[in-house]
């Protein structure tokens, strides 16, 4: 047997390089001093300095590739993977005082602490969730301002249009008091009138025209002229008087709009019966104006009427026939309700519209002006006239 000593000698002779022309030979030796299987590694003079690295004690040790994979290996498959939501140690301690406290387990505190959201999200969500309900409530507000004060405007409007029509009835009242009084002041009938005129009715002209047939009665004229230009004329014959006056606008029973219907009552002197003279046709033209001036018409419409038939007294009906002897009669009308219509007849110098003290173009005793109240109950009244 050979001791330590002896032994470490040949522990440092257990490999002989031998150098030939490009590489080195290796020729390991065995403890023992015996030759071993020869190796030989060609090392190119680009790795130089690794040989050191790769002797050790008993041989060559060479680093083959498929150790270094399987250590790389090993190493990734040793390698912990971090969880994407890494656990602070502060939140761990958080959990750890929890499953003192009340006995759960501090991996499921852990699993809900680091399933709910960050701080920042969650702030994030709050001021999202904030901010849509304010937009909400800014809509709904703006809505709600804008529904009260449509209301407010609505309200508005129909305490406007009462105190208007409660203005107008009272006119109304005046002008109908006057009228049935046997000592009628003109003038203060044509101031009633004319304060009528400055008045807003709640309808307009047009509108009369186009609605379902209205029946008016003539309540008070200025002179016979104004009668003549509306009306036949008739009873200026002799021995005739004339009893009453009838207008009706509107739409007839045929559905066609702006039809004017005229009738007139004659009484004839001595045993003889009334005679209803009927004038048909239409309101060809129609132009509205409105007051141009303080204390005028707040409105003016201006129209034609073409009369087309007439019926006598005996019921023939008389047409027309030819465009030459159609009639026609110019008409201002500078008021126009459901209960009350005020016609002017135009004159000369374009009254109808103003002029003169008087205005309105209603002449110095009112001359010019028809004024025409509503008739209630039309049959009946013809058949009181004995003219149905």
Not at 39 to 63: H, Q
Not at 296 to 313: H, R
Not at 314 to 327: F, P, Q, V
Request: net charge neutral; with cysteine.
């Amino acid at each position: 047997m050979r001791s330590s000593a002896q032994l470490l000698p040949a522990a440092l002779l257990a490999s002989v390089a031998v150098r030939t022309s490009d590489a080195f030979t290796i020729i390991p030796r065995n403890v023992h001093g015996t030759l071993t299987s020869s190796s030989t590694s060609a090392l190119d003079g680009r790795k130089k300095g690794d040989l050191g690295k790769r002797v050790s004690v008993g041989g060559i040790t060479t680093s083959s590739k498929s150790k270094s994979k399987n250590k790389n290996k090993k190493a990734k498959k040793n390698q912990q993977v971090v969880p994407a939501t890494a656990v602070s140690s502060s939140l761990s301690a958080w959990a750890s005082a929890l499953k003192d406290e009340d006995g759960e387990t501090a991996s499921s505190a852990v699993a809900t602490a680091t399933a709910s959201p960050s701080k920042s999200s969650t702030d994030d969500n709050d001021t999202s969730a904030s901010f849509q309900p304010f937009e909400e409530s800014t809509t709904l507000n703006k809505a709600s301002a804008k529904k009260g004060s449509r209301r407010e405007r609505s309200r508005l409007k129909e305490t406007s249009d009462g105190l208007k029509q409660a203005k107008i009835d009272a006119a109304l009242e005046n002008i109908t008091d006057l009228v049935q009084n046997n000592n009628l002041s003109i003038q203060d009938l044509l101031a009633q009138i004319k304060a009528l005129t400055q008045l807003s009715a709640p309808n307009t002209l047009k509108a009369i025209l186009n609605q379902n047939l209205k029946d008016y009665t003539l309540a008070w004229v200025g002179s016979d002229e104004a009668i003549c230009h509306l009306g036949t004329g008739l009873h200026n014959v002799p021995l005739a008087r004339l009893q009453d006056i009838f207008l009706t606008v509107g739409r007839d029973g045929s559905g066609e709009s702006n039809t004017i219907r005229l009738m007139e009552v004659i009484s004839i002197l001595g045993p003889f019966p009334n005679v209803r003279n009927t004038l048909e046709g239409k309101i060809t033209e129609l132009k509205s104006t409105e007051g141009a001036m303080s204390g005028m018409p707040l409105k003016n419409d201006c129209v034609q009427i073409c009369y087309e038939t007439m019926f006598d007294g005996l019921g023939k009906e008389i047409s027309a026939g030819t465009k030459d002897n159609l009639r026609f009669a110019d008409l201002n009308i500078v008021f126009a309700d459901d209960r009350v219509l005020v016609c002017v007849v135009p004159t000369d110098d374009g009254g109808g519209g103003g002029g003169g003290d008087v205005g309105f173009g209603f002449g110095e005793k009112g001359e010019n002006v028809l004024l025409f109240l509503k008739e209630e109950d039309l049959e009946l009244k013809l058949e009181e006239l004995r003219v149905a």
